[in-house]
């Protein structure tokens, strides 16, 4: 009987050692925290396909391993792991396969109920577009993390409404509004729809008011990037201050001077007035015919700027490596003494000659001035 014994014990002992040494191998024991610590089977986020995401919560409250994860009320997983990272928590939580969400989105604490249990809830993002795809080592940040008020804060909440939120002065303020009000029903309808009003003129005026505070944010702006500017000015607008104190008598002075110059100037105006009248009105005609002239000499600048090649019929002169030339050279002794001899003590000289030979200067009587054609004799042979 005693050997019998004695054999149960020494097996209860190795089964306890095999059994030590498996959840040491399992890495159940290095973090075995009670029952809660082992994986519940069946539960969600632990079938095939299944991954693995960390979520950074400001506050984990009384969330526990094997905590519920949901998405729109229904169950996808479990918290995993909770650990702390810096100042907040870092829980790794265990998905379905198909769960489906985007990478930026939400993670949530809530409670089922008011004395239920605590989960997270994980949901798309409600303010900003969806991007990505939720997966294997993702990480939801602690900007996109919150909680929903727990049982405690609700209660001290509604206790702080009840004793000191002014719960029990609504009653004696509701009867002085009805003593201010009695007696005086269609004022306050006249009040009413006047605010009415008011508030639909307001309406009406939103975009310009918004555009007025726009406008007065952006000259706001401006004035904040001149503050280097105003600071200087200030600073220098003293000194101004003071040398124009001390310029005071100067000033004075230069403006008597300035008044009897404007004094002195009104009368010679008025006494030059009415030439000044004349001669400009005479100037008018002048101007006029400057003006009538204007394309003409222009085009006279220009062919005297590039004399003797004109630079109008340069192109017509000159085609590649070839050019134009027409010319038409009059060497009659009249033309040559008109053209050199004029004014001269020679004047006339070849023009006689040319007479003496019977032929006229283009009309009769003669053009030629040496000697007036009204007393000179007159040749038979000069022709009819």
Same mark, same amino acid.
Request: proline share 5%; glycine share 10%; aromatic share 6%.
């Given at each position: 009987?005693?050997?019998?014994?004695?054999?149960?014990?020494?097996?209860?002992?190795?089964?306890?050692?095999?059994?030590?040494?498996?959840l040491?191998?399992?890495?159940?024991?290095?973090?075995? #925290?009670?029952?809660?610590?082992?994986?519940?089977p069946g539960a969600?986020?632990?079938?095939?396909?299944?991954?693995?995401?960390?979520?950074?919560?400001?506050d984990?409250?009384?969330?526990?391993?094997?905590? #519920?994860?949901?998405?729109?009320?229904?169950?996808?997983?479990?918290v995993?792991?909770? =650990?702390?990272?810096?100042?907040?928590?870092?829980?790794?939580?265990?998905?379905?396969?198909?769960?489906?969400?985007?990478?930026n989105?939400?993670?949530?604490?809530?409670?089922?109920s008011?004395?239920?249990?605590?989960h997270? =809830?994980?949901?798309?993002?409600?303010?900003i577009?969806?991007?990505?795809?939720?997966?294997?080592g993702?990480?939801?940040p602690?900007?996109?993390?919150?909680?929903?008020p727990?049982?405690?804060?609700?209660?001290t909440?509604?206790?702080?409404?009840?004793?000191?939120?002014?719960?029990d002065?609504?009653?004696?303020?509701?009867? %002085?509004?009805?003593?201010?009000?009695?007696?005086?029903?269609?004022?306050l309808?006249s009040?009413?729809?006047?605010?009415?009003?008011?508030?639909?003129?307001?309406?009406d005026?939103?975009?310009?008011?918004?555009?007025?505070?726009?406008?007065?944010?952006?000259?706001a702006?401006q004035?904040a990037?001149?503050?280097?500017?105003?600071?200087k000015a200030?600073k220098?607008l003293?000194? %101004?201050?003071?040398?124009?104190?001390?310029?005071?008598?100067?000033?004075?002075?230069?403006?008597g001077?300035l008044?009897q110059?404007?004094?002195l100037?009104?009368?010679?105006?008025?006494?030059?007035?009415?030439?000044l009248t004349?001669?400009?009105?005479?100037?008018?005609?002048?101007?006029?015919?400057?003006?009538?002239?204007?394309?003409?000499?222009?085009?006279?600048?220009?062919?005297?700027?590039?004399?003797p090649?004109?630079?109008?019929?340069?192109?017509?002169?000159?085609?590649g490596?070839?050019?134009?030339?027409?010319?038409?050279?009059?060497l009659t002794l009249?033309r040559?003494?008109?053209?050199?001899l004029?004014?001269?003590?020679?004047?006339?000289?070849?023009? /006689?000659?040319?007479?003496?030979?019977?032929r006229t200067?283009? /009309?009769?009587?003669s053009?030629?001035?040496?000697?007036?054609?009204?007393?000179?004799p007159?040749?038979?042979?000069?022709?009819?």
């Open positions: 009987m005693r050997q019998l014994i004695r054999w149960r014990r020494i097996s209860a002992g190795l089964l306890a050692t095999v059994l030590v040494l498996a040491s191998g399992c890495g159940v024991l290095r973090e075995f #925290r009670g029952a809660n610590s082992f994986p519940l969600k986020g632990g079938g095939a396909g299944s991954y693995t995401v960390q979520v950074q919560m400001p984990v409250q009384t969330l526990k391993v094997n905590s #519920r994860v949901r998405v729109n009320d229904v169950n996808v997983g479990g995993t792991k909770i =650990e702390r990272q810096g100042w907040h928590a870092l829980v790794s939580v265990r998905l379905d396969r198909g769960v489906d969400l985007p990478e989105a939400t993670a949530t604490l809530g409670q089922t008011l004395l239920g249990s605590v997270i =809830e994980l949901a798309p993002p409600k303010d577009p969806a991007k990505g795809k939720l997966k294997e993702s990480l939801v602690l900007s996109s993390a919150g909680a929903y727990n049982t405690e804060q609700t209660l909440a509604l206790s702080l409404v009840l004793n000191g939120g002014g719960l002065q609504v009653q004696h303020i509701t009867t %002085a509004l009805g003593t201010a009000f009695t007696g005086r029903e269609q004022d309808r009040l009413i729809k006047q605010l009415d009003h008011f508030v639909g003129y307001l309406d005026q939103k975009n310009d008011i918004i555009a007025a505070a726009d406008s007065l944010n952006n000259l702006g004035l990037d001149q503050k280097p500017v105003f600071d200030l220098t003293p000194q %101004a201050l003071t040398v124009l104190k001390d310029e005071r008598e100067n000033l004075a002075d230069a403006l001077e008044s110059f404007g004094a100037l009104t009368d010679s105006v008025d006494k030059i007035k009415t030439n004349k001669e400009l009105k005479d100037l008018g005609p002048v101007l006029q015919s400057l003006a009538d002239a204007g394309p003409a000499l222009t085009r006279s600048l220009d062919f005297f700027t590039t004399f090649f004109p630079r109008p019929t340069l192109s017509k002169w000159l085609r490596d070839s050019a134009n030339l027409t010319a038409v050279i009059d009249s040559i003494d008109n053209s050199l004029t004014g001269t003590f020679l004047e006339g000289i070849l023009s /006689q000659l040319e007479l003496q030979q019977g200067i283009g /009309q009769i009587p053009p030629y001035t040496a000697r007036n054609p009204l007393t000179v007159y040749h038979f042979n000069q022709g009819p």
